[in-house]
């Protein structure tokens, strides 16, 4: 079946570096990924999609990066602000050319001053 | 531009009893998923409906049923509740375009 791993359960860093989350996912080849924020006690909040044809995406200080060789995503925050602190996932549509998510467990981002 | 509206946000119940939960799409969207997200992990898919039907459907028992009306809100209902069903209950909207789902803030169901 398919599996997604998001590469750390939570990462720490200080204001204005750039955060880097990566995407891992095994056994089939998705059509697109994107990428949610959670904040605790809410629900996800859409942030970027990338497509299978596609390398890289940018939307303001995000940059996210798709390696279909590698089977892999990399997600950047640039500039990171303490307001970026929350749990990012990554997910994949899943196979047959459904509009179903599986998602990874999350990486648990932490900007401190 | 209202977003995804569920309800109730908090609910308990005891084992064996049943509950139904209520969504609302956010506006322009024809597209309902549910998802359940246990803590510490990752959304997982129930069902999706579109039309009034269920169009595809995850790993879940019968146990788990929904509905969708013609103004595209939905229901989804459990029966017979087990405590692994404490979880928090995300429903997800999409239109037309499929770019990104728009998630509402979620039920947290605690079943003791």
């Known amino acids: 079946s398919q599996k997604i791993e998001q590469n750390s359960e939570a990462l720490n860093i200080q204001e204005g570096k750039t955060a880097t989350l990566t995407c891992n996912y095994t056994?089939?080849?998705?059509?697109?990924l994107q990428w949610y924020r959670q904040d605790p006690g809410r629900g996800p909040v859409f942030l970027l999609l990338i497509r299978e044809n596609e390398k890289e995406k940018r939307k303001e200080r995000l940059k996210v990066t798709f390696d279909t060789t590698l089977k892999q995503s990399l997600f950047h925050i640039t500039a990171s602000q303490p307001a970026d602190s929350a749990t990012y996932l990554c997910a994949l549509d899943a196979p047959g050319n459904t509009d179903k998510l599986i998602f990874g467990t999350g990486t648990r981002l932490q900007v401190f001053p | 531009d209202a977003g995804v509206t569920q309800s109730p946000t908090h609910l308990i119940k005891t084992r064996g009893q049943q509950v139904t939960l209520r969504c609302s799409p956010k506006s322009g969207h024809d597209t309902v998923s549910w998802y359940q997200q246990a803590l510490g992990q990752g959304p997982q898919f129930i069902f999706q409906y579109y039309e009034e039907e269920e169009r595809q459907r995850g790993n879940f028992p019968d146990r788990f049923s929904g509905h969708q009306f013609p103004n595209y809100s939905s229901e989804l209902n459990v029966n017979a509740l087990l405590l692994g069903d404490s979880a928090l209950y995300l429903c997800a909207s999409m239109g037309q375009e499929n770019y990104g789902y728009t998630f509402g803030s979620g039920t947290r169901l605690t079943v003791v």
């Open positions: 056994n089939y080849s998705p059509a697109y």
